[in-house]
């Protein structure tokens, strides 16, 4: 809030729209568009440019949004002029963002020859963006550090002459202005009053990922999207929900279920880019999702659980305040959204690769003397394409099965018991462990620091071995199981498999996540391991999800 209220003061002094008497109006996207980020090497970059498309298309996942960057690091608005019909013409665009200026100044002190060529450019850019029957947004550039620079500032006061200039083209010709020079001067300049060595533009030019992210907010607070995604308030056996919808709500023993349907995925921040959050206040304005919970009997923290994987675990003043439910990393709708940031990712290296190096570079190694060259070239394109396309699935929203449970205590485990090796013929291959118990010559093994280790018992390769537990509960509750395993591991509980790893890897303590309904009495937990050589072990800890009392007890 403190953010925000700064940010708010810090926008009425110098002006989101610095040059505009009024509130500039939003900038509306179609349900159909075909979006091309325009500009130097900042825009090469793909961060600013990345988030603005991941935001539009997590927040408008019904539209046909496709989005091309077409940056190029070193251009200019003049040599983005004169590519336009090579680069940005094939893609037919109906909607270009447009961004230059770094270069244009020539990283110099303001001189008028400078500052006219670089309007002449934008205007010459305007016209051929009109004429190709597009719309066009336009960016002032993002400042330098004069700090990092140590020159006093001059060239800043060049760029903000040349955001003045542009300001004055944008009016002549009513095209939107995003003004991105001014705000992120000011955020830099506060953020340096309080630590003199901070930057969010790290080699004095280029934006670092947080600084994109200061960019992507100053742009996106000026689109026509929805603000937030919902917020919940969970008292006691009541849900309410606004802007998403909560449905099938049980709750008892202290335990809150039920089903959440959102009507987009939450703009997903990666880690990297989270320091700008203590910038701008992106997430109150822009992505706002929060769950609160009115203070109940108790004092025990809560486990947020996502479709049976804990989300996190807060105290109850903490849900009292509020959860932002955006940046739980654990919560499937944000494994969604960094799905869906990661495949944009690579589908822009797999866009870069077909338009650049294959389509203009042509390097010798990739051999464009061969005669199926071409059509080497135009597959890469399509592929391209066709990954650009599937982004919309991955930001289709989801119903999500949610739970609120007190945390439990730790279920005291010393051994467990442990079969004898079988032959891996497939994972899948049922052996006596899982289908006649009985039968089996179990043995005791000690679980230490909540590891078996399989390797020190049982021998050999391609062999699979089984561990049980027999837990006994007083009620019926949840356990939460934090797993690992060295390497494929399955989970069966009661006969019934529920969880299934089929994997060659290193033993690594909580990789895996399981919750398990528990019913009231004798409950028998059935872990298999398989063993493609080298170490064979199997880690697991159990902590109840509620207040039920629940013990190993002897499986005879």
């Keep these: 809030m403190r ?13 989101a729209n610095t040059w505009a008497d009024e509130p500039a109006p939003p900038i509306r996207l179609q349900d159909r568009e075909t979006i091309v980020f325009y500009g130097d090497s900042i825009t090469e970059q793909n961060l600013y440019t990345a988030y603005l498309e991941t935001f539009l298309l997590s927040r408008f996942p019904a539209r046909d949004l496709a989005v091309f960057n077409l940056g190029w690091s070193g251009d200019t608005a003049a040599g983005g002029h004169k590519r336009y019909a090579r680069d940005v013409g094939p893609v037919r665009p109906s909607l270009v963002f447009v961004n ?5 100044g020539g990283y110099k002190a303001y001189d008028e020859t400078t500052y006219r060529s670089y309007l002449d450019g934008q205007r010459a850019l305007a016209d051929t963006i009109r004429a190709a029957g597009a719309r ?23 760029l903000a002459r040349m955001a003045r200039g542009l300001a004055g083209l944008a009016a002549e010709r009513g095209l939107p202005l995003i003004d991105l020079f001014q705000p992120m001067l000011d955020v830099q300049r506060r953020a340096q009053a309080k ?40 008292d006691g056996a009541r849900v309410r929900a606004q802007g998403v919808t909560a449905a099938n709500v ?5 335990e809150v279920r039920f089903d959440l349907t959102l009507p987009f995925l939450p703009f997903y921040v990666p880690p990297e880019a989270r320091p700008a959050l203590g910038l701008v206040p992106l997430q109150d304005e822009l992505n706002r999702f929060r769950l609160q919970v009115t203070p109940g009997p ?38 969604a959204g960094r799905t869906l940031w990661e495949a944009a990712q690579f589908r822009w290296k797999q866009h870069f690769d077909a338009w650049r190096v294959m389509g203009l570079q042509k390097p010798a190694f990739m051999m464009p003397s061969l005669p199926t060259f071409e059509a080497h070239a135009r597959a890469q394109r399509a592929y391209a394409d066709e990954l650009g396309r599937s982004l ?68 050999g390769s391609y062999v699979v071995a089984y561990a049980r537990v027999v837990l006994q509960a007083d009620r019926a509750t949840t356990l939460h199981l934090s797993m690992g395993s060295d390497d494929g591991l399955a989970v069966f509980l009661g006969g019934r498999r529920v969880f299934a790893r089929d994997v060659m890897r290193a033993l690594r303590k909580g990789e895996d996540e399981l919750e398990l309904p528990l019913a009231a009495g004798r409950n028998e937990v059935l872990f298999k391991v398989t063993q493609g050589g080298g170490d064979f072990a199997l880690a697991f800890d159990a902590r109840v999800l509620g207040r039920a009392k629940v013990e190993a007890v002897a499986a005879h």
């Design 250 to 254: 049980a709750a008892a023993d202290g």
């Design 195 to 234: 630590e003199a060595r901070f930057t969010m533009i790290p080699d004095a030019i280029h934006p670092d990922a947080a600084g994109h992210l200061v960019m992507a907010y100053l742009a996106l607070r000026r689109i026509d999207a929805p603000r937030e995604v919902g917020s919940i308030v969970v």
């Design 100 to 104: 230059f200026g770094m270069n244009d």
């Design 3 to 15: 953010v925000a209220i700064v940010w708010g003061l810090l926008l009425g002094a110098s002006g």
């Design 136 to 158: 066009e947004v336009l960016f002032t550039t993002s400042p330098v550090d004069d700090v990092l620079r140590k020159d006093d500032g001059v060239y800043n006061e060049t």
């Design 392 to 459: 919309r699935t991955l930001a289709r929203p989801g119903t999500y099965r949610v739970a609120l449970r007190p945390q439990g205590g730790v279920v005291a485990l010393g051994s467990v018991e442990l079969s004898p090796t079988y032959p891996l013929v497939t994972f899948d291959t049922p052996q006596p462990p899982e289908t006649h118990p009985a039968t089996v010559a179990w043995t005791s093994a000690p679980l230490v620091d909540g590891v078996v280790d399989i390797g020190a018992r049982l021998t």
């Design 298 to 335: 108790g004092d025990d923290p809560l486990v947020l659980s996502v479709d049976g994987r804990t989300a996190g675990t807060f105290t109850r003043d903490e849900l009292a305040r509020g959860v932002d439910l955006a940046l739980l990393d654990g919560a499937a709708w944000t494994v």
